[in-house]
């Protein structure tokens, strides 16, 4: 079975920018939860979306937002992107929310 | 609220010695507990997790965590290092609902 898979790896913006990031679960998996991992602030949770509607957001503005589709995929946006954004981006899935989680190799973020 | 602290951010072995990476929680109601694997640019990695009944558990890659209430402590060993044991390892802890919350990590260094 294929694993979470998260597109694109890499990117690069610059400020004010906007990205979008996108994240397959594995097949089967209703749960997708997005993390921003930094040096300074280690791995924070951003949301969760669970059959297309969010059950839990962590303390991050505005600009983070997600959404998920019929088929489990999930997509993260951060809009007006700030130095601190940069971070790599990791989302994990799961079957149920009481399930462990599976995470994908995440999106680095770079803003310059 | 749920939370874990990992002692120790940098943990350094010889190959062949015990590792021991600490972690301590804290939560209200019985916790689930997890310890993850990071090898540069990916994801995580599930190494175990505790969920109810014995309380030693054993992982893959022959690392295994005892799970102790009165010192609510859940610390990884493996009985010898392999150079490819060298990643950086998390210690999290969820509640019911799976609301998970990281520690800040340790890196473990192994030398030859």
């Known amino acids: 079975k294929a694993g979470v898979t998260q597109t694109p790896r890499y990117l690069i913006k610059t400020r004010g920018q906007q990205v979008t990031l996108s994240c397959s679960p594995i097949?089967?998996?209703?749960?997708v939860s997005w993390y921003q991992q930094t040096p300074g602030q280690g791995l924070q949770f951003l949301f969760e979306y669970f059959s297309e509607t969010q059950r839990n957001k962590g303390n991050f503005p505005g600009r983070f937002s997600g959404r998920q589709f019929s088929n489990s995929r999930s997509e993260m946006n951060v809009s007006t992107l700030e130095l601190g954004d940069s971070a790599l981006y990791l989302c994990?899935?799961?079957?149920?929310?009481?399930?462990?989680?599976?995470f994908g190799p995440g999106t680095r973020l770079t803003v310059l | 609220a749920q939370s874990v602290t990992q002692l120790g951010s940098h943990v350094s072995v010889s190959e062949g010695a015990l590792v021991l990476l600490r972690c301590n929680y804290s939560?209200?109601?019985?916790?689930?507990l997890f310890w993850y694997v990071q090898y540069p640019n990916q994801g995580l990695q599930l190494l175990l997790k505790?969920?109810?009944?014995?309380?030693l558990v054993k992982g893959i890659n022959g690392f295994e965590a005892e799970f102790k209430k009165s010192e609510t402590s859940f610390h990884l060993t493996k009985p010898s290092a392999h150079m490819s044991d060298a990643a950086e390892y998390f210690c999290?802890?969820?509640?019911?609902?799976?609301?998970?919350?990281f520690g800040a990590g340790t890196r473990l260094t192994v030398k030859p």
């Open positions: 994990a899935s799961r079957r149920h929310t009481t399930d462990t989680q599976y």
């Open positions: 939560s209200s109601v019985p916790p689930y």
């Open positions: 097949s089967g998996h209703r749960s």
């Open positions: 999290a802890v969820s509640d019911k609902n799976n609301d998970m919350r």
């Open positions: 505790y969920t109810t009944g014995a309380t």
